[in-house]
């Protein structure tokens, strides 16, 4: 039985990895998962410097879901070179880095300071709804998409996955704007914009106004652009958007999707991952599916 | 042995005062590591909600391995936890979180509102001279269970309870003194235990509350403002689950 699959020539040994943000860079997790099973450990997002992230409160739950507004809170790369990758390296797994920033400058710094480092893949965030400037401004605009993607193709030493945003018209746009700009693969969703208000402190409840919905009453949203976006592009693609169980990964791939990233359902069960791939395994013994693979995009 | 996640037995659940409920759960693999001031994740039945419930332990019996926690009804989460008896279990993650640092100096205990259970276990384990302070809004509870282990000073938003305003009135009317204070409770009380604190050069651990989501210092949900930079964050953030709860006055911003 085989469930290696393959992103940009990077061999994952299973295909389950995490939604960046949701996992740290896996070290919270460590004493919940064994690491080493999953395909690939996919880092929060890492920037050229320090970012203090948004005020409190960050998170609200929401029906069948959550939402938030981190804000992109990170210790900047010099930290995360120090102590994240060294720590994801001794684990057997693959070694996906999420990068953000607010200018191309900023993506540029990032990328070419992993250009040497022990990385396999770099996930690029141009969709995070949370932050003013960056982010999500290089995510809604296929013109600016395909300029971002370009000037990181081009000093990016591993290859690049585009992280693309639900919150646009029509999704599919925007992943030919990055497979034309030299994407190597494509991470999606991000989170759906979403605003929820406290009616006893009558205030909103999340402090950023509005925040990122996630958990699985996204879920079809983001089976329907897996499948939209696979039906566009060649590229490989990993999907993700409230998957909970071994079900919605299937789907997901049955959908279009290589790999799936498992997200905010680490919040509500943190073996999640593992339970995950064991399930996945056990489908495949049952229904007599000898390679992941032939399921990837089966559904027609 | 490390956080655990597990399936938990409610032994009894009693309503000790309006939406306060007070419940006892068989956990022996989480009771026999919890210190005072740790919390536990508690998880709803229903997967339409999906985050963890974060509740600080009230008591932490080692030998009957058991834990209490005493909570105030706050949404429908834990309008769900009140509702479940003694045959029904719970999914619980714990021990989280660091809790309160035993000295052995005059203490003073500050509790407030729903920030009085945590004190209670802490009550029980320290062995030095204590004054304990409970701040109610205008319902007592739990007060009586402190007696045992030190002298107990109240206060109450209305005055029907103790002094008429807050744990600080209490503490400044009763010319309460110690050396290390133990607080919980809202932030404005622990704003001004902060402050009372710092000015007069007593050592105060203080512990926060911040809305959360994994519970594990993964998601940066819960973060509150350091004074200096963070050596994780590497800015002045720290993570209130897993830093905290319990800081150091001179640590935070509140």
């Not at chain 1, 982010?135 to 290859?159: C, E, R, V």
């Not at chain 1, 089976?223 to 990964?249: F, H, S």
């Given at each position: 039985m085989n469930t290696k699959v393959s992103i940009a020539?990077?061999?994952?040994?299973?295909?389950?990895?995490?939604?960046?943000?949701?996992?740290?860079?896996?070290?919270?997790?460590?004493?919940?998962?064994?690491?080493?099973?999953?395909?690939?450990?996919?880092?929060?997002?890492?920037?050229?410097?320090?970012?203090?992230?948004?005020?409190?409160?960050?998170?609200?739950?929401?029906?069948?879901?959550?939402?938030?507004?981190?804000?992109?809170?990170?210790?900047?790369?010099?930290?995360?070179?120090?102590?994240?990758?060294?720590?994801?390296?001794?684990?057997?797994?693959k070694i996906i880095v999420n990068v953000c920033g607010k200018s191309t400058e900023d993506y540029l710094?990032?990328?070419?300071?992993?250009?040497?480092?022990?990385?396999?893949?770099?996930?690029?965030?141009?969709?995070?709804?949370?932050?003013?400037?960056?982010?999500?401004?290089?995510?809604?605009?296929?013109?600016?998409?395909?300029?971002?993607?370009?000037?990181?193709?081009?000093?990016?030493?591993?290859?690049?996955?585009?992280k693309l945003s639900p919150n646009v018209t029509d999704i599919t746009e925007m992943a030919k704007a990055a497979e034309a700009a030299g994407s190597d693969a494509l991470s999606l969703i991000n989170t759906l914009t979403g605003m929820k208000i406290d009616i006893k402190r009558r205030a909103f409840a999340v402090a950023n106004k509005t925040a990122g919905v996630s958990g699985p009453a996204i879920h079809?949203?983001?089976?329907?652009?897996?499948?939209?976006?696979?039906?566009?592009?060649?590229?490989?693609?990993?999907?993700?958007?409230?998957?909970?169980?071994?079900?919605?990964?299937?789907?997901?791939?049955?959908a279009g999707a290589t790999a799936v990233a498992v997200g905010t359902a680490n919040f509500h069960n943190p073996y999640a991952t593992v339970e995950i791939i064991k399930g996945i395994e056990e489908y495949m013994q049952a229904n007599g599916v000898d390679d992941i693979n032939t399921l990837i995009g089966c559904v027609k | 042995m490390g956080k655990i996640k597990m399936e938990a037995k409610i032994i009894r659940q009693d309503e000790i005062a309006t939406d306060i409920y007070s419940m006892v759960i068989q956990a022996p693999e989480i009771a026999s590591q919890a210190v005072p001031g740790q919390f536990i994740d508690l998880y709803s039945a229903d997967g339409s909600k999906l985050l963890p419930r974060p509740i600080s332990l009230c008591e932490i019996d080692r030998a009957a391995g058991t834990l209490r926690i005493v909570y105030r009804i706050a949404g429908k989460g834990t309008k769900e936890f009140s509702m479940l008896t003694s045959d029904h279990t719970i999914t619980i993650l714990g021990p989280l979180g660091n809790g309160f640092t035993k000295k052995d100096k005059k203490a003073i205990l500050i509790g407030g509102g729903i920030?009085?259970?945590?004190?209670?276990?802490?009550?029980?384990?320290?062995?030095?001279?204590?004054?304990?302070?409970?701040?109610?809004?205008?319902?007592?509870?739990?007060?009586?269970?402190?007696e045992p282990y030190g002298t107990v000073y109240k206060s109450s938003d209305n005055g029907t309870?103790?002094?008429?305003?807050?744990?600080?009135?209490?503490?400044?009317?009763?010319g309460i003194e110690g050396t290390e204070i133990y607080a919980c409770g809202p932030t404005p009380m622990l704003r001004a235990i902060q402050s009372y604190a710092l000015e007069h050069g007593i050592e105060a651990q203080l512990s926060l509350e911040e809305r959360m989501a994994c519970g594990v210092g993964a998601c940066l949900a819960c973060v509150c403002k350091s004074k200096e930079i963070d050596d994780h964050s590497q800015v002045k953030n720290k993570r209130v689950c897993k830093d905290g709860p319990v800081f150091y006055a001179e640590e935070v911003e509140l």
């Open positions: 020539g990077v061999e994952l040994k299973n295909p389950i990895t995490v939604a960046s943000g949701t996992f740290g860079s896996g070290m919270e997790y460590d004493e919940f998962v064994d690491l080493n099973l999953l395909g690939a450990v996919t880092t929060k997002g890492v920037a050229n410097v320090p970012w203090p992230g948004n005020p409190t409160p960050r998170v609200a739950e929401t029906y069948g879901g959550m939402m938030n507004a981190i804000g992109l809170q990170n210790p900047g790369i010099d930290t995360f070179v120090k102590r994240d990758i060294p720590f994801l390296k001794e684990k057997d797994t710094d990032v990328v070419e300071r992993l250009g040497d480092e022990p990385v396999d893949l770099l996930e690029i965030n141009v969709s995070c709804p949370n932050v003013k400037e960056g982010g999500i401004a290089f995510g809604q605009d296929p013109k600016a998409l395909y300029d971002i993607t370009k000037a990181i193709k081009a000093k990016a030493k591993q290859p690049i996955i585009m079809p949203i983001a089976v329907r652009m897996v499948y939209q976006v696979a039906n566009a592009v060649k590229l490989p693609i990993i999907g993700m958007g409230g998957v909970m169980n071994t079900e919605d990964a299937l789907e997901m791939i049955m | 920030g009085i259970p945590p004190m209670l276990q802490l009550a029980k384990e320290l062995t030095c001279e204590k004054s304990i302070v409970l701040g109610f809004r205008d319902e007592e509870f739990l007060s009586e269970e402190f309870i103790g002094v008429k305003g807050t744990v600080m009135d209490a503490i400044r009317e009763y």
